[in-house]
């Protein structure tokens, strides 16, 4: 589903923010990414989502190759990839339910079945009763779940979350990450970039370590770690 | 928090419905966030309005004068005449001979015969010397003979003239249609005028609308960055800002036509004025309903194709 083959990406100030990762994470696999900050995991999903393009290797997700994705389908391959940022990026003019509501939206679902898939992903994470309230009236951890609901709303096959449990107690970190494994039991494939090492070792997946931009470990479950 | 574990997700759907009426009603929703943004600044948007009709005012109006002196013209072209003056003294039986034998060619359609003594009544009326021709004593005025030719166009009517020239009796042939000549060239450099005007207008317009659309997709850079990282096309984003562009152009149209309306109803009673002096009824036409469906249909064709010039090159450039 995901594949990075020999993916380096160097900023214009010269600065190498990847170098050389290669790994594949396969369809209904879920991952993690761990490192500091500055080790490059935002980069990476930056390459998955096609902001930033390689400047060495091959990265193919969803079956398209980024290094050569035409600008025209790039938002084709977006709406394919449900991702949860770490800013949340809300639209603050709209309603959470018109939030969440939004990648129906662009790809054009009737308003009944938009409005019934919208309710199903705020069930999921639990804001069902707050789905006419703004974003700016909720707090950081209702703000994450938005973007969370917004991201599995189109029924993505790849899942990218930057930082999901940033604002959230463990309580609901567990929540969110079941929302997740229950995607995953459907064969989505899901990258979650976090900090949060209680809870990658809590929940024992496939991790990723970054340094510096290389890949310097790829620790599998039931490896010893 | 999913307490409903029978609606498990399925991967990625293919249910998307794309029938001819949800694209409509997609295109009616878009509309109206869009008049919703525009009415939620009416200072700023009724000046946008307000400039976009005084631009089209001026070629509406100048281009309409120009349709008429057109119509005028077109009424007077089948009248050319030539004015042909006899000598001083010659006895009315044989200027009615002259009369009679142009008459018979082929290339004069009409003659009409005006004595001396016509032609001072005439001169009396007309100037309201009335007093001053009878207290004369001697007629200061030529007979003459107003010819109408076959062919109005100007030259074979001043070929003719040169003929004319050739009688014996006659000592000035004057050709009547010189000025409408004079009139015709105007015409035609009022509509120059009117047409550079226009391509002036029309790229201004496109400067106006275009700016008004980048300020409006600069205060929305934010939320557009996310459409973008969600997956919605440049279209997608850029359809609320065409629904602005042909509002404001509509908008503009129909303050034109308004604008217009007040100019003309004041021109048109003073115009009535004068032509009472004359005795004459002539009121500016060609401003009706079409003129006024044209001038708004204008006004939001520029307005659209403004706004998708600009907001395409500004929706390009904003990357997230």
Known sequence: ?????????????????????????????????????????????????????????????????????????????????????????????????????????????????????????????????????????LSGGEQQRVGIARAVVNRPSIILADEPTGNLDPELSGEVMKVFEQFKSVGVCILVASHDTGLIQRLSYRTLVLDEGRLAEDRRPGANS | MSRRQQTRPRASSTHKPSSLSRWAQEHRSVAKTSLWRILKTPASSLMTSFVIAVSLLLPALLLGLNSNLAVVLSGFQNSAQITVYLEQGLPESSAIVVSDNLLTRADIINTRYISAEQALRDFGTASGLGQLSEELTENPLPAAIVITPQDPTPESVEALAQQLEEIPEATLVQVDSRWLQRLQAISDLVSIIGQILTLIVVLGLFFIVGNTIKLAIENRKDEIRVIKLVGGSNLFIARPFLYAGLFFGLAGGICASGLQAVVLLTFNSSLAELMLLYESSFELAGFGIINVLLLIFAGAVIGWSAAFLASFRHIRAINP
């Open chain 1, 1 to 137: 589903m995901i594949k990075f083959d020999g993916v380096s990406k160097r900023y214009l100030g010269g600065e190498e923010a990847l170098s050389n990762i290669s790994f594949e994470i396969a369809k209904g696999e879920m991952a993690f990414i761990t490192g500091h900050s500055g080790a490059g995991k935002s980069t990476l999903l930056k390459l998955i989502l096609a902001i930033e393009k390689p400047s060495a290797g091959q990265l193919i997700a969803n079956g398209v190759n980024i290094s050569r994705i035409k600008a025209r389908h790039i938002p084709k391959h977006r709406q394919k990839i449900g991702t949860v940022f770490q800013d949340h990026q809300l639209l603050s003019d709209r309603s959470v339910f018109h939030n969440v509501a939004l990648p129906l939206e662009i790809c054009g679902y009737q308003p009944l079945e938009a409005a019934r898939r919208v309710r199903a992903a705020l069930d999921k994470v639990g804001l069902l009763n707050k789905e006419r309230s703004f974003p700016e009236s």
